[in-house]
């Protein structure tokens, strides 16, 4: 279950805020059915990260500055969100709150900073302020974007120091009775309207199924106009066919009077029928192969497949 907290002014300063937060998780923690519960400054999934300027040391003893991703998170918050362990430890409550003095790393962070070498005790400057060192290397999470020309594969997690200005998403482990416990979440932060904002209380499944909607409307919109070109294709086709049969009824007159049986005829004029088909199909699919290539780099992967979809028949009633 996901919760995003806004502070409001009578919520107080970044030390009350704290002490708030600290108060809900250990009330939530409370709730029967409730796994573990965790902050974080973002919900994982693609995109909601921001960035930092760092220098890094490379294996050459180099000090170079790098842009790399981050995400703020509270201790415990690999458990909650299961994210396993590689190496190293998780950030404790002595971690938050005294700036950045420990990180941990993402194992495609870890193998692009320091390739070939052990990440755990290597340290990071951050924004030319904090001098951080790496106490623990995560798994990579799903939906990690690949690597550009001016940031680097993986994600690198800081301690969250909460302030007053910020907004926190609350995390909560619970495997039964969501429903239930969602709705005493919501009533709990409810009676605390005063000093904080929490707008609903979702799982994380639904935030997702929010974010990936317009994709879906997108592909079943595609799916409806495929399905259109296909059923213009297929009368387009049929009226072709049947206008080149009449115009061939003195031929087929001439095969029938000279013994040809109304079979062969048939097989005749399906064979014509079927040739456009396959090369009107064949156009259409090297078409969508060639705009597949293209889209594909700026579009989610199921939308060049309705694109081919729509080009392959688009193909075929062209041909027509």
Not at 127 to 136: I, L, P, R
């Amino acid at each position: 279950l996901i919760a995003r907290l806004n502070f409001l002014p009578a919520g107080g300063d970044s030390a009350r805020v704290r002490t708030l937060v600290d108060e809900l998780i250990a009330r939530i923690n409370a709730i029967p059915g409730v796994v573990s519960t965790s902050a974080a400054e973002f919900i994982p999934v693609r995109g909601t990260r921001r960035t930092v300027m760092a220098e890094v040391r490379d294996a050459a003893r180099q000090t170079k500055k790098r842009e790399l991703d981050v995400t703020a998170v509270a201790p415990r918050y690999f458990r909650v969100v299961g994210i396993p362990l590689l190496r190293g430890r998780d950030f404790e409550p002595r971690d938050v709150g005294v700036g950045y003095q420990t990180v941990i790393v993402t194992k495609a962070m870890a193998d692009a900073l320091w390739p070939g070498e052990d990440a755990m005790g290597k340290r990071i400057v951050i924004n030319d302020k904090s001098s951080a060192e790496v106490v623990g290397v995560a798994t990579d999470p799903l939906g990690q974007g690949p690597a550009t020309e001016h940031s680097y594969p993986g994600l690198l997690y800081l301690p969250m120091n909460l302030r007053a200005e910020a907004e926190v998403i609350l995390h909560v482990r619970a495997p039964s009775r969501q429903a239930a416990i969602a709705g005493q979440l919501a009533q709990m932060l409810h009676r605390e309207s005063t000093r904080i904002v929490a707008p609903d209380v979702i799982t994380l499944d639904e935030y997702y199924n929010r974010v990936v909607l317009p994709q879906r409307i997108m592909a079943r919109a595609s799916g409806v106009l495929a399905a259109l070109q296909l059923l213009l294709a297929v009368a387009g086709l049929s009226g072709l066919v049947a206008y080149v049969t009449t115009l061939r009824r003195r031929e087929i007159g001439i095969r029938t009077a000279l013994g040809a049986s109304g079979r062969s005829v048939i097989v005749l004029v399906m064979r014509q029928g079927v040739r456009l088909t396959l090369i009107g199909g064949a156009i259409g699919l090297l078409l969508s192969l060639a705009v597949s290539q293209v889209i594909a780099a700026t579009m989610p992967v199921t939308v060049p497949v309705m694109v081919g979809g729509l080009v392959l028949a688009a193909g075929i009633f062209a041909f027509v």
